[in-house]
């Protein structure tokens, strides 16, 4: 074996172990530290193994623990089944709306152009932060009163935020299909609604499964909605971020909550694994580049099937954006009409004016910028081990990479905050190699890092599938015949291969950025912003000065100016993308 050979594997085994480590390290303490007692969790220097595993800090999430058993840490921490509750709920009524409406709008896409057309833009929900959609729906809240604080509301929120993609994930499997099949039970006289349902429901199984699978991934993790939606019927991401003990941090109980709520996630991720592997960089690219669907005969045009439709459209994409633009209009005020329009153009300029807002765009699209490198470094390594190296138990390394794939952004918050806790395993293990002591929690740069490695571990996933799917789209022939004239492995993936990768390159950017843009979970839970305002992003910027302030003027501003920098940045990335 000559020695470019050693070093290319050489290279691919450390790379390899890095990314394995950084991945299950993290995802280990959690477990170990849900198992620990109170002596031990807040051990210094801590323990990696529990000595005396308990399993306290879950019976405590289901039931009040004695004091007099087992002390004052569990006495003031009460259940979070209520909270639990609520999760299931609202989880379950979004399934069940998202579900009705997508399926209803790939059968009105036969029958009208409008909504064949339109349906997609419904993804763009997903291109506008969440904070931005967050005020535009507390606005319409407010205004057609009862759905604050309510299941219905936080529902349709969720609903706004799942939609496009059930529709894109039915519209993929369903246009797959031969249209002869549908035109054969009509003539067995089936009616056009009939024909489409048995024909759905017969050879689209995996659209549902895979529909229900993000809907509920969606749903369950969301953090953002739930925090600023509801008050007494939030849910178990939120009484993750908010419990607080006079006595201290009760790292026990709430790394027990967060593998709870990672469970569910994990157990549906790993009966539909192989389905999303397939599956998932497919629907990324339909959805971001309007590729071309499966020739359908087109049906005469309805326009009466339009309604519900525009309804939808409306009160779900267009609605809530504008009304983030009014929310200082509809609260009481005895100023004139006039004047608040005044108002309201004053805070415009103080947005685009305000230092610290700027500050907050600045460091946001830092942690972006980081955090694709990094994905993308992940994703290609994974993709150069599993597509060309491939055979034996490379051929399961995706699945190893999965793991923050089904861990909400608020959980992968906690755990890292269980990691870099002043004296915890992060400080012990630079100690052990001898360098110097670094106070990352409280201090500036090291918060900072913090909170970029915690992005970047549960943002590794996509990057992953992206280029796992787009690896194969690559003829193997091009591989081959490198290799044949001479060059290496590592040569061959990096002048032959990645060239070729481009389009999956920039979707993944698009796809990261978008996610790491409305940052919000991470940096709550972890640092709530500091210190200082070292953490600030520009969702927690928008959440702490406006609407926790209760500036609602300010909040408007703030919400209208993020969506609309980043509907320009997602717009000049696709069409980016269909250049390629």
Not at 246 to 264: D, H, K, M, N, T
Not at 344 to 351: C, H, I, T
Not at 452 to 467: D, K, R, Y
Not at 529 to 537: R, S
Request: hydrophobic fraction near 50%; charge should be positive.
């Amino acid at each position: 074996m000559d020695n470019s050979r050693i070093l290319g594997r050489f290279f691919e085994t450390i790379s390899l172990l890095i990314l394995l480590f950084f991945i299950y390290i993290p995802f280990f303490w959690a477990v170990s530290t849900s198992f620990k007692g109170p002596q031990e969790w807040a051990a210094r220097p801590p323990t990696i193994v529990p000595t005396n595993p308990t399993i306290a800090n879950y019976l405590i999430q289901f039931q009040q623990l004695p004091r007099e058993i087992y002390g004052s840490w569990y006495a003031a921490y009460g259940p979070a089944t209520p909270f639990i509750v609520n999760s299931l709920i609202v989880t379950v009524l979004t399934i069940f709306l998202t579900f009705g409406a997508a399926l209803s709008m790939t059968y009105l896409s036969k029958i009208s152009r409008v909504i064949s057309r339109m349906s997609p833009h419904f993804l763009f929900v997903d291109a506008i932060p969440k904070i931005s959609m967050a005020v535009g729906f507390l606005a319409l809240f407010t205004l057609l009163r009862g759905l604050y604080d309510s299941y219905y509301g936080l529902s349709i929120a969720y609903l706004a935020e799942t939609l496009g993609l059930a529709i894109i994930t039915l519209r993929i499997f369903y246009e797959s299909l031969p249209p002869d099949i549908e035109e054969s039970m009509m003539l067995m006289g089936y009616g056009r609604f009939r024909a489409f349902i048995s024909n759905f429901f017969s050879n689209c199984r995996t659209a549902l499964l895979l529909a229900i699978f993000l809907t509920f991934v969606f749903s369950w993790q969301d953090f953002t909605y739930a925090l600023i939606l509801t008050n007494f019927k939030s849910t178990v991401t939120v009484r993750l971020a908010s419990f607080t003990h006079e006595v201290g941090e009760l790292f026990g109980p709430r790394a027990a909550l967060s593998i709870l709520i990672g469970v569910p996630a994990l157990i549906l991720t790993l009966a539909l694994f192989s389905r999303i592997r397939e599956y998932y960089p497919n629907v990324q690219l339909y959805e971001m580049t309007g590729s071309k669907k499966y020739p359908q005969p087109r049906i005469k045009s309805e326009p009466l099937a339009s309604i519900p439709f525009l309804l939808l459209y409306i009160m779900l994409l267009i609605a809530p954006f504008i009304m983030s633009g009014l929310y200082w209009f509809l609260l009481p005020s005895e100023l004139p009409a006039s004047q608040r329009l005044i108002l309201q153009g004053v805070r415009y300029a103080d947005a685009l004016t305000s230092h610290q807002y700027m500050l907050s765009l600045l460091r946001t699209w830092i942690i972006t910028v980081i955090t694709i490198a990094s994905t993308i470094s992940a994703g290609l390594l994974t993709a150069y081990i599993t597509v060309y190296e491939g055979g034996g138990w490379r051929r399961y390394l995706l699945f190893l990479t999965m793991i923050p794939l089904f861990i909400p952004p608020i959980v992968s918050g906690y755990i890292f905050r269980i990691i870099f806790y002043p004296s915890g395993p992060t400080e012990a293990f630079l100690e052990l190699l001898g360098i110097p002591k670094v106070t990352w929690l409280s201090d500036p740069a090291g918060a900072l890092a913090a909170v970029i490695t915690a992005n970047v571990w549960s943002s590794i996933p996509f990057a992953v599938l992206i280029m796992y799917g787009g690896a194969r789209t690559v003829g193997r022939e091009y591989w081959m015949s490198s290799m044949v004239m001479g060059a290496g492995r590592l040569r061959t993936f990096t002048s032959v291969i990645v060239p070729r990768l481009w389009r999956y390159i920039l979707l993944t950017t698009l796809l990261v950025s978008i996610h790491t843009f409305e940052i919000f979970d991470i940096p709550y839970i972890m640092t709530f912003g500091g210190p200082g305002t070292a953490t600030e992003t520009v969702s927690f910027y928008i959440y702490n000065n406006a609407i926790k302030a209760g500036d609602a003027a300010l909040s408007s501003a703030l919400s209208v100016i993020t969506g609309v920098i980043q509907i320009l940045y997602t717009y000049l990335l696709i069409h980016m993308l269909r250049r390629f």
